[in-house]
Nanobody, 124 residues
Framework: QVQLVESGGGLVQAGDSLRLACAAS????????MCWFRQAPGKEREFVAY????????TYADSVQGRFTISRDNVKNAVYLQMNKLKPEDTAVYYC?????????????????WGQGTQVTVSS
């Protein structure tokens, strides 16, 4: 089992940067692949970024490719999402999630552990 707690959300202007953090409990953090999803008002939760257990493999949604960077620290049991050049359409609640089983990277149903979410609001 793993518990996840996100932090770092806030209100920023378009073009600004923000760094989200997700702290994880548990002794086997490196065995979990980690993802960030987001959910805007009235929309379905969508995939944002993925990082493998070792941190070597990283995958991004097309909408954030080149602007967002996912990383993890397996010593600190944490995963991060550096968000640059933010746009109003990035406004959403951002969720950290984990799984220790296989499946399609963007398949929301395969992620077993979720944080409570952190709000990111980008004004124009």
């Amino acid at each position: 089992q793993v518990q996840l707690v996100e932090s770092g959300g806030g209100l920023v202007q378009a073009g600004d940067s923000l760094r989200l953090a997700c702290a994880a409990s548990g002794r086997t953090f490196s065995s979990y692949t980690m993802c960030w999803f987001r959910q805007a008002p009235g929309k379905e939760r969508e995939f944002v970024a993925y990082v493998s257990g070792s941190g070597v493999v990283r995958t991004y949604a097309d909408s954030v490719q080149g602007r967002f960077t996912i990383s993890r620290d397996n010593v600190k049991n944490a995963v991060y999402l550096q968000m640059n050049k933010l746009k109003p359409e990035d406004t959403a609640v951002y969720y950290c999630t984990a799984r220790n089983r296989g499946g399609s990277i963007g398949d929301i149903t395969t992620y077993d552990y979720w944080g409570q979410g952190t709000q990111v609001t980008v004004s124009s």
